[in-house]
């Protein structure tokens, strides 16, 4: 089954409290098939290389991610 990794900008009542409380009004996420993964980002960077990194896993199979 091939996998969807996605990220996607949260605005406003969206964002966590923790962030909204440091001043910030958006975030992204990490969607793995429309389902989000992990943490809330302060910045598109950090959660596009937490997409590279949850393509690298997934494109590793099963036997290379038991190493």
Do not use: Y
Not at 12 to 35: D, F, H, I, K, T
Not at 52 to 65: E, F
């Amino acid at each position: 089954m091939q996998s969807r990794v996605d990220v996607a900008v949260m605005i406003g009542s969206g964002v966590p409290a923790g962030l909204r409380a440091m001043g910030q009004s958006v975030c992204w996420v990490v969607l793995l098939n429309g389902e989000r993964r992990g943490t809330a980002f302060a910045s598109r960077v950090e959660a596009e290389e937490c997409k590279a990194a949850w393509l690298a896993q997934l494109n590793a199979g099963p036997r290379d991610s038991l190493h």
